[in-house]
């Protein structure tokens, strides 16, 4: 992690990731496009998720998540920085010519092989059948149906740990804590996934979140009562309402909002403890 000197208030606390493991190279045009980003807007163009807006303009990077070339082995040529997730990716040069992205794990460095197989070498970056990959291992990028491509664990330090299978499914203690079982058919790739000083980034000033697209957060109590339920007031006052609400109304902090009747909801053996 890069630490600045104190030259300004907004420097004293700022911090910058280390650009030391990535390749300085310019991206695969074959693979990278742009894109509109929807900034919290729906289909119909109205704001359901707040606070977002403006930042630098990104090209999105197409990323692998199947890695369906299978028993071809891969060569890692770069790794680079992708603006639009928190992890790190990895370039792949295979044998006949194809160039692929992928996330990179944690320990994975250019110059070394990844490989896709139902039964791989337990080593950082290949991609192997989770029925195959041995207890305690630390996996991500994991499918949750066959064949679907990586669907869950693929942000910046993350990685779930694969615990004993039974009747064709394992059990997966995610990040969270929470123990889900996945079909045996599913892939996941070996190793943790990169860059995991991200949670340990300080910004140092406001003018940086808005460059990420953040816009300011309001509070909902310096509101007006049409804007908010807990809005109003002469002064600074309480909420006035027994528990916290949106600004629609609905109630939050300590509610759950998971749907009981949710298709998935028998593949978890235990829920994240709070």
């Given amino acids: 992690m890069k630490r600045y000197k104190p030259t ?9 990731y280390d650009t030391a493991g990535l390749t300085d190279i310019a991206p695969l045009r074959s693979h990278t496009k742009g894109f509109h980003r929807a900034v919290g807007r729906n289909n119909q163009g109205r704001i359901t998720s707040f606070h977002r807006g403006g930042g630098n303009k990104r ?5 692998d998540f199947k890695q369906q070339k299978y028993d071809i082995q891969g060569v890692i040529a770069a790794l680079e920085y992708d ?62 149906r066959p064949g679907q491509g990586g669907r ?22 995610m990040p969270s804590s929470e123990v889900r079982l996945v079909s045996g058919e599913c892939y996941a ?5 990169s860059n995991a000083e991200h949670a340990l980034i300080s910004l140092g000033k406001a003018g940086r979140s808005r460059w990420l697209g953040r816009r300011p957060k309001v509070r909902g109590t310096a509101m007006n009562p049409v804007d908010h339920p807990h809005g109003g007031g002469e002064g600074r006052q309480g909420r006035g309402t027994r528990r916290p609400k949106t600004r629609h109304g609905k109630i939050t902090g300590g509610h759950k909002t998971r749907n009981k009747k949710k298709r998935s909801a028998p593949m978890i053996v235990r829920r994240r403890s709070k």
Avoid: C, W
Avoid at 59 to 63: A, E, L, P, S
Avoid at 156 to 173: E, H, I, K, N, P
């Fill in 8 to 16: 300004t208030a907004s420097r004293r606390h700022m911090s910058a």
């Fill in 59 to 63: 090209r999105f990077r197409d990323i």
């Fill in 83 to 144: 603006p639009n997730r928190t992890a790190r990716i990895a370039r792949v040069h295979y044998p006949d010519g194809d160039k692929r992205y992928i996330i990179a794990p944690q320990g994975l460095s250019a110059g070394d092989t990844v490989i896709t197989a139902s039964r791989a070498p337990i080593r950082v970056g290949n991609r192997m059948q989770l029925a195959n990959i041995p207890q305690g291992t630390i996996v991500h990028n994991i499918e949750l």
């Fill in 152 to 173: 869950i664990v693929r942000s910046a330090g993350s990685g779930a740990t694969v615990l004993a299978s039974d009747a064709g499914y394992v059990q997966v203690v």
């Fill in 189 to 193: 790739s070996i190793g943790q996934v």
